[in-house]
C-alpha cells in the first residue's frame, strides 16, 4: 500500500585500453535505498551508496585505489499545534573516502533539524540549524549554520519573503547574510520578481578577504 519502498543498483565498470594507458582501471558503485511512510508516524529514508575505482599499475606513483561511501538518513513528521500546522525534518549523513596514499582521506559528518509552521493565514515561518563536522589529514572543520525565515502571501497573487543565514566555521570565517524576495503575478503566465541581499563575510585568518556585498536582482518572467 506505499508504506514501504525499495531501491536499488549496481553498476561495474572495467577498461581495456592497454593500448593507450599502462594499466585496467575499475570501478564499481552500487546503492540501497528503504523508505517507511506509515501513517500517524513518523517518515523514514535510508541510504547506502559506495563507490569505488582502482588499477593494476606496477607503479606506486601510478597507482589508484579509491573508495568512498556516503550513508543518509531523514525522518520527517506533520503534526498540529492547536490552529498550527507544523513540519519539522531531520537529516543525517555521514560520507567518507580512502585513498591509496591516505593524503586525501577525509570523514564529513552532517547534521540538520529543520522545522516549517503554518499558520491560519497565508503565513509560514520556517527555521532550521545545521552542523558539518570534517576530519581529514589536511586539517579539521566544523561548520555551523542557522537560517530563520518567514513568508507570506498576499491577494493570492503576491508572495513575499524575508530571512536570515548565518554559517560560520570555527576559527576561520562566518558569514551573515539578509534577503528580502517579492514576486506579483501580473497577468496570466506573466511573473515580476524583486529580490535584495546583504551579506557581511568576516575572514579570521586574513581580514583582506573580509567583505560586504548588497545585491538588488529585478526578474519578468512569462510563459505560454
Do not use: C
Amino acid at each position: 500500500e506505499r508504506k514501504v519502498s525499495v531501491g536499488t543498483f549496481f553498476k561495474r565498470y572495467k577498461d581495456n585500453l592497454i593500448e593507450w594507458k599502462s594499466s585496467t582501471t575499475t570501478t564499481t558503485a552500487f546503492a540501497l535505498n528503504l523508505g517507511f511512510n506509515f501513517p500517524s508516524m513518523p517518515s523514514l529514508q535510508l541510504s547506502y551508496s559506495p563507490y569505488s575505482q582502482r588499477n593494476n599499475d606496477p607503479d606506486p606513483d601510478l597507482m589508484i585505489d579509491n573508495t568512498t561511501s556516503l550513508f543518509s538518513a531523514m525522518a520527517g513528521f506533520s503534526y498540529l499545534l492547536g490552529d498550527l500546522n507544523s513540519s519539522t525534518s531531520v537529516t543525517f549523513s555521514l560520507q567518507s573516502s580512502t585513498t591509496a596514499d591516505g593524503l586525501a582521506d577525509y570523514r564529513t559528518n552532517s547534521f540538520m533539524i529543520s522545522d516549517a509552521v503554518s499558520l491560519q493565514i497565508p503565513l509560514t515561518f520556517t527555521g532550521s540549524l545545521g552542523l558539518i563536522q570534517t576530519d581529514s589529514p589536511l586539517g579539521d572543520s566544523r561548520i555551523n549554520n542557522v537560517d530563520l525565515g518567514a513568508s507570506a502571501v498576499i491577494f493570492e497573487k503576491w508572495q513575499n519573503a524575508a530571512g536570515v543565514n548565518v554559517t560560520s566555521e570555527k576559527d576561520r570565517n562566518r558569514r551573515v547574510g539578509f534577503y528580502l524576495n517579492s514576486t506579483l503575478t501580473l497577468l496570466k503566465g506573466l511573473e515580476f520578481n524583486l529580490r535584495a541581499e546583504h551579506a557581511r563575510y568576516t575572514d579570521r585568518l586574513s581580514s583582506t578577504e573580509s567583505y560586504k556585498e548588497l545585491v538588488f536582482r529585478s526578474t519578468l518572467t512569462g510563459s505560454w
